[in-house]
């Protein structure tokens, strides 16, 4: 009898693979080729995902036989649920496998902004001993306004408490005693945007995201603020932010992701203000682990006709 086929559409760990290969024919594509992506689906049974692969309502209709669509990560923005489940297709993601690694990345860029990391490494390399040029900013009594308290909201509040910062946030979902147990004070959009110090974007991609810190936002925030975004292109206005930078109303930002990726011509790497990185956010061998296995394990699961539970 033949093997159920799982198409691998991206980077997944070897440990992932190997709990598939166990079970299943993998086949490997490379998810962001849509010539070759298409095709590819036309007779498989379990599709895996990153960030890359856009699984849209054209891809869906190519997959015929297709049963279970599994995210190697958090967000499913890159995923057209509504469609998938019109066909009856599954969608599982693993919840919880890289928020670790996206606190962590959000601290780093929050560190590497305040003081110039990239900035000062890339002149030193190139030969320029500057030391007032770099000079950078302390965390210690600053308010960092976290947009989004969920779980690596929470995790990036955790991770910043010791530095001494004064911890705010923005999320319409959360009760304002939960936030307070965390030792962070709820306010509106408003008020972080007017008291923050560092904003860090912890959101998911929706139509009440996009573009949600635009022009107008940028008008209202400190002229010290840098932002930070290691959660999804297209919340924070790219072009807003390259505006309020060259204007002297931001003082720098550190961001991970952009509004289409990949990217390499984005009008924010020409500012010396920002430092980027492309989407590492969960780019770790632990997150990537994590991932693997667990999406490996509910696509199993699911192809058994078993329960999928939450990870
Ligand atoms: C996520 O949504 O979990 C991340 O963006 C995963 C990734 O890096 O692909």
């Known amino acids: 009898m033949n093997k159920p086929v799982v198409l691998v559409a991206e980077e997944l760990s070897q440990a992932g693979l190997a ?93 590497a902004s305040a003081r110039n990391v990239a900035q000062a490494h890339t002149a030193l390399k190139g030969g320029e001993w500057k030391r007032s040029k770099y000079t950078g900013v302390e965390l210690d009594e600053k308010v ?80 010290n603020v840098r932002l930070i975004n290691v959660a999804r292109g297209g919340i924070i206005d790219e072009n807003a932010l390259y505006s309020a930078i060259k204007e002297g109303r931001v003082a720098g930002a550190g961001i991970d992701v952009f509004p289409k990726e990949p990217v390499t011509d984005s009008p924010l790497f020409e500012l010396d203000q920002v430092v980027v990185t492309p989407h590492l956010g969960a780019s770790t061998h632990e997150a990537q682990e994590k991932a693997g296995t667990q999406v490996a394990r509910s696509v199993k699961l699911a192809l058994g006709g078993e329960f999928v539970p939450d990870a």
Do not use: C, W
């Open 144 to 223: 960092v306004g976290i947009l989004g308290l969920g779980k690596i909201g929470q995790l990036v509040a955790q991770r910043l408490a010791p530095f001494g910062v004064e911890l705010i946030a923005y999320d319409p979902y959360l009760p304002a005693a939960r936030a307070a147990a965390m030792g962070v004070q709820l306010v509106s959009l408003d008020e972080v945007l007017a008291k923050a110090d560092f904003i860090t974007v912890h959101l998911p991609k929706s139509k009440e995201t996009i573009g949600l810190i635009g022009e107008r936002e940028l008008h209202m925030v400190k002229p």
């Open 19 to 111: 709990v598939l290969g166990a079970d299943f024919e993998v086949r490997q594509v490379d998810g962001a080729d849509r010539s070759a992506f298409l095709p590819a689906l036309s007779d498989v049974d379990a599709l895996i995902v990153r960030s890359a692969t856009q699984v849209d309502a054209e891809a869906v209709a190519h997959a015929p036989k297709l049963r279970v669509v599994a995210r190697a990560g958090v967000g499913l923005d890159n995923v057209d649920v509504e469609a998938a489940t019109k066909a009856g297709i599954m969608v599982v993601n693993a919840p919880t496998s890289n928020i670790t690694s996206a606190a962590e990345h959000t601290v780093a860029l929050i560190l």
